[in-house]
């Protein structure tokens, strides 16, 4: 009925709206003296202000019916409501109209449902329209509608605290549907006897789903007062009061761009009811927020604790940050975002502790002790974990139950279970003493990474890499604050020195570097892999310029080579870079070395690493001296020889490598475009050869750019055209 | 073999007590609160995963001396299904009354769904009674055992008539590894046994509230043929000072249809076993004397001796039956001191050696923790 009523109303409007937008803009150019004549003028004559005089002024007993003056005011109104939402004082007056029947029942409906508030409802008008609810000549369906009313625009009215005064008169309304209107008080109100007497009410009336929701309403606020489990299968939430008036609301506030919070969701959460089906274990099931029944706070002494299960907005959260009660469960808090935010600052060691056992619990039980074995990859399960997952992301920190529930699972892990949750799990655990690491991390992942799958090897690798990420953020923040020896401002020996920092880490770098040597050799190097470990390399290189860490751990030859050696250029291409990022970092640690005298240093054997790999791969790629003796490739000349490759010490040049051998085509071609014969020997000329490195360089091999011009210094006049001078001679 | 393999591992354990404090301090550090003395440092779950190699001989009369003997008489002839609990937090001793209470409200409002309940004075034919069973604990660090019992009465019943007990159930914590115990906060409660009895949704319901209430988790706990091993053990290791009627050991053989095998031993012959494994282990450890001081003792009763007892019980069945135990597990034991089952339930049929028992299924609970 209200919508074949209401259906005219809106869409004249949106016609009128335009128009009135532009008559705003064009007047706001003008002065202010200007605008305010003009403002009062338009006001005089404007239908709206004209309307709302009509309905101040009206008499009682004015028949509705073929009256125009009516309809037309009427008209107005609403297209003002339905556009811009009524200012306050034209609630005020639509309201005491509507709600004191002077033009009787017919048009008070009408009135109700366009009140539309643009900013805030005046609280004396619902004050007085609650006092026109108790005369009682409101028939009782238009009692229900201004009720609903409030309701809707309870976050609205500006004030609440001569509301809270007539809550005695509103409790009087407890009949059916009516009884709504109580909710929106009590939040703010309640007293023993109200319980009862709902009680009382619930047991004459039965379980009627609105009492039900407002004593669950009771029972987060006053837990100590009255308990109640729900029923599975009840809708959440009261019903939509109006999902017009809701709509309307929202479309006017979205025009004048303003947005009042809802601060109240009158909805009563229930558990996420996502698997009808009950499972035979709910270890993984989030428990609600609920408020703690037996807080031991002393009322009288303590500051007055706010549950978290009341706040719903950040800002609320924001507001009671200091006075938080922490819910009765702390597992729940996984379950709310809002609560996540808050566990970031709680500093309650035995709230940590508790949310520990609720998920050590969880997991351990599902995976663990579970008999029936871990049920494959459930929903529920990979929800749970996620969920999980994104805490600890948000937190950017990994709970220490996962940390010790990982150490045990990882030893029965056959490597697909859940794998990209397991791996996230296991690239947020905090840094591991190097005594321990073997046993606890490396000794399980071992065996795991030789059984598995090319595509484990890379998600461990990349997990691996992460978790390196990870410590080593961590090292950049903490360090930088307590000083650079994280032990100094420790009064127990049980803190994590920097020495022991760097322990565990060069523990985790050499075993990657292990790991990827052996994987590299099982896989036959494959290039997914590759790309994966020289990812892990591009944080390992960088450990001192970018996170401030003194040390520098070389590769692996077993990863260096088949770098060098790949077949597609990405990787040869990388591999210089990195390369040139060590260079960058083994070269200012020694000028700090040098300039602060200070402790740390970085051993002899790494620049001696580093050099050799920096002479192998000059060697290799630009001086074509493959094969020399005292590099890491050594064979017997006999063997080369009978090989019949054609100058062996040539073919890994940046010409002849496999990688580029393409790339030297495609240019021979473009270069001497006429002749047939592929004749490699004449890129080897000083000036071709710089034209082929501008060409590589242009193809987006940055690495190799980077690489040759901080390591190459090209005598440009030079005969031979090839380039010796190592500039890197770090010793 | 095992004793040794735990000597190994004793140093990791103390430096993962390290490691987790180290980890914790950084976040110390940033947070700049609490001070070095933090309870987060500890990490219980690692350390008291090591197994117990050697236990003290029970010995008797330890609690019938100091428990009220009404109490203890309701918790034995019962049998009890095990389970685990975490810590509880903000449990009170004091608070009992208004705990009885709110399980009786909350019980109420599960049996009604939908139906809410005021806290006080809700009207039932159930009653619920928490009690604290008081002298069970042996050392300081134990908290005082709770006794959980709900009464009720039928729908027939007349005024007068007496409650019928329909569930009972007890937290307790008999010599709690004290390292674990201390490390937690104060505002913990480690009662890590449930023992329980009576119909299923009443347990569940007492554990959910449990859940609800003190922020635990409670699961299930079974005893593992290690444990009955050791039980057996123990018991037989009575028998001098009270009969312990017949031995009965329960094999469970891994074969389709699954084979259940029942062995019963004398009591007598049990002893004499037992005995010449102990006197033979004695003599060993005098030969090459210093090794360890604890497993010569009259007092302590070492894993060695267990597993040789057992083997040689096996050993006996395999000589007259041809059948090798050893390929199934041990799923029960019994003896007039009481019976306990692979799947966690327990029947203490006497008061005299419960501590022992009772110890030893505490020890299983912690293990059971997740932190």
Redesign the interface.
């Known amino acids: 009925m209200a919508t074949s009523q209401n259906s005219s109303g809106p869409p004249d409007l949106d016609s009128s709206s335009p128009s009135d937008q532009s008559a705003c803009s064009r007047s706001s150019n003008r002065s202010l003296r200007v605008a305010e004549i003009e403002r009062r003028k338009n006001e005089a004559e404007d239908p709206f202000v004209l309307a709302l005089k009509y309905f101040s002024d009206v008499e009682a007993g004015t028949p509705v019916t073929g009256n125009d003056d009516v309809e037309r005011n009427l008209v107005a109104v609403e297209r003002v409501a339905y556009s811009k939402g009524l200012p306050p004082e034209a609630i005020s007056i639509m309201l005491e109209f509507a709600m004191s029947l002077r033009m009787g029942t017919s048009p008070c409906v009408r009135v109700l449902k366009c009140l539309i508030p643009a900013t805030v409802v005046p609280q004396e008008a619902v004050v007085r329209a609650v006092v026109w609810l108790c005369v009682g000549k409101i028939p009782l369906s238009t009692q229900v509608l201004f009720i609903k009313w409030v309701l809707t625009m309870f976050d609205m009215i500006d004030a609440k605290d001569q509301l809270h005064s007539i809550y005695g008169f509103l409790f009087s309304f407890v009949t059916e549907e009516n009884l709504v209107c109580v909710v929106m008080i009590l939040l703010h109100c309640l007293r023993l006897f109200r ?2 007497k ?2 009382d009410l ?1 047991s004459k009336m039965g ?1 009627q789903p609105f ?2 929701h407002l ?2 309403l ?2 987060v606020f006053c837990p ?8 599975s299968r ?1 809708k959440a939430g009261f019903r939509n009061h109006n999902s017009q008036w809701k709509s309307a609301l929202i479309a006017v506030q979205k025009k004048n761009s303003f947005q009042v919070t809802s601060s109240v969701s009158l909805t009563v959460r229930l558990k996420d009811k996502t698997n009808p089906r009950k499972r035979k274990h709910n ?1 993984l099931e989030v ?1 609600a927020l ?1 408020s ?5 706070t002393n009322p009288s002494s303590s500051r007055k604790l706010v549950p978290l299960v009341q706040l719903h907005s950040f800002s609320l959260l924001l507001e009671n940050l200091h006075h938080i009660e922490l819910p ?4 729940s808090l996984l379950g709310s975002s809002l609560a996540l935010q808050y566990l970031d600052c709680v ?1 309650d ?2 709230a ?3 949310l ?10 599902e995976f663990l ?1 579970c008999s029936s074995g871990v049920s494959q990859n459930s929903e529920e399960v990979l929800q749970f974990l996620d969920r999980l997952l994104s805490s600890q992301h948000f937190l950017q ?1 990994g709970f ?2 996962t940390e ?2 990982l ?1 045990k699972f990882l030893n029965i892990w056959d490597g697909s279970l859940l794998r990209p949750q397991i791996l996230g799990m296991l690239s947020n655990i ?4 190097s ?2 690491i073997r ?1 606890l991390l490396f000794e399980p992942l071992m065996q795991l990474f030789f059984t598995s799958t090319l595509f484990f090897k890379c998600g461990l690798i990349e997990c691996l890499n992460s978790m390196l990420l990870k410590w080593l953020t ?1 090292h950049s ?2 360090a930088l ?2 000083g650079l020896d ?1 032990s100094l ?8 020195t920097l020495s ?1 920092f760097k322990d565990s880490l060069m523990e985790l770098v050499h075993f990657v570097g292990r790991l990827a040597s052996v994987g590299l050799q099982i896989e036959g190097c494959h290039s997914l892999l590759l790309s994966f470990i020289l990812d892990f390399y591009e944080t390992v290189c960088d450990m001192f310029l970018k996170y401030g860490l003194p040390l520098v751990v070389m590769p692996p030859a077993g990863v260096f080579y088949p770098a060098l050696f790949a077949t597609d250029p990405v990787s040869v291409d990388r591999l210089a870079h990195i390369m040139y990022r060590y260079k960058v970092n083994l070269m200012s640690a020694k000028t700090q070395e040098k300039q602060t005298e200070q402790a740390f240093h970085i051993s002899r054997q790494t620049y001696r690493e580093f050099n050799h790999y920096l002479v192998v791969m000059v060697n290799c790629l630009w001086n074509s001296k493959m094969f020399q003796p005292g590099m890491g490739v050594e064979m017997e000349e006999e063997l080369l020889v009978s090989s019949k490759v054609p100058q062996y010490w040539s073919s890994f040049d940046f010409i002849h490598h496999p990688a580029f051998l393409s790339y030297a085509v495609d240019f021979h071609h473009k270069c001497w475009p006429g002749s047939r014969n592929v004749d490699f020997n004449s890129i080897k000329h000083p000036k071709p050869w710089g034209w082929y490195l501008e060409y590589l360089y242009a193809q987006g091999f940055e690495g190799l750019k980077q690489f040759v011009q901080s390591n190459i210094s090209r005598r440009s006049t030079a005969g031979d055209g090839q380039g010796d001078g190592l500039s890197a001679d770090q010793r | 073999m095992e004793r040794h393999s735990s000597v190994a591992e004793t140093p990791v354990n103390s430096v993962m007590v390290q490691r987790r404090s180290g980890s914790k301090s950084f976040r110390q550090s940033y947070r700049s609160c609490v001070g070095a003395a933090s309870h987060l440092g500890y990490t219980p779950g690692l350390t008291t995963r090591r197994l117990t190699t050697s236990r003290r001989a029970p010995r008797s009369r330890t609690v019938t001396e100091s428990v009220n003997p009404e109490q203890l008489s309701l918790l034995v002839k019962k049998e009890w299904q095990l389970s685990y609990v975490t810590p509880l937090h903000h449990f009170r001793h004091t608070q009992l009354r208004s705990y009885s209470r709110q399980l009786l409200a909350f019980i109420v409002a599960e049996k009604q769904q939908g139906l809410a309940v005021a806290l006080e004075g809700a009207e039932s034919s159930l009653k619920v009674v928490f009690s604290v069973v008081e002298g069970m604990a042996t050392t300081d660090d134990d908290a005082d055992t709770v006794l959980i019992q709900i009464h009720s009465k039928s729908v027939f019943a007349s005024q007068d008539d007496p409650r019928r007990l329909v569930w009972s159930g007890w937290l307790t914590c008999i010599n709690g590894s004290p390292d674990y115990v201390r490390s937690l906060p104060k505002d913990f409660v480690c009662l890590p046994l449930l023992c329980s009895s009576g119909a299923q949704w009443l347990t569940s319901l007492v554990k959910s509230w449990l859940e609800r209430a003190f922020d635990c988790c409670i699961g299930s706990l079974d005893i593992n043929s290690v444990n009955l091993q050791w039980l057996a053990a123990l018991w037989t290791n009575c028998h001098p000072e009270s009969n312990i009627g017949q031995l009965k050991l329960m094999w469970t053989l891994p074969v389709d249809p699954p084979l259940e095998i029942a062995f019963t031993v004398h009591p007598q012959d049990a002893w004499e076993l037992w005995s010449s494994m102990r006197g033979q282990l004695q003599e060993e450890e005098q030969e090459n004397e210093g090794v360890g001081e604890g497993a010569g003792d009259k007092d302590s009763v070492d894993i060695d001796e267990v597993t040789r007892f057992i083997d040689g019980l096996k050993n006996h069945f395999y000589r007259h039956f041809r059948l090798d135990l050893s390929a199934g597990t041990l799923s029960q034991v019994s003896t007039a001191l009481g019976t306990a089952k692979h799947s966690g339930r327990i029947k203490i049929s006497s008061s005299s050696y419960m501590n022992a028992t009772l110890m030893l299924l505490t020890e299983c609970a912690l293990l059971k923790m997740p932190v």
């Open positions: 319980v009862r709902l009680l619930q379980r009492l039900m004593l669950s009771y029972k100590e007062l009255v308990t109640l489990s729900l029923p009840m270890h428990p609920s703690a029944v037996n807080t031991q009765a469960q702390m597992g500093q060691e035995s940590f502790l508790r520990n056992f609720w998920l050590g619990h969880a997991l351990h039980e002790f920190e220490s139950s010790a529930f150490y905090p840094v591991v003493p005594s321990c046993q961590w923040v903490y604050e307590d994280i401002n420790s009064h127990t020996s049980i803190n994590m022991g």
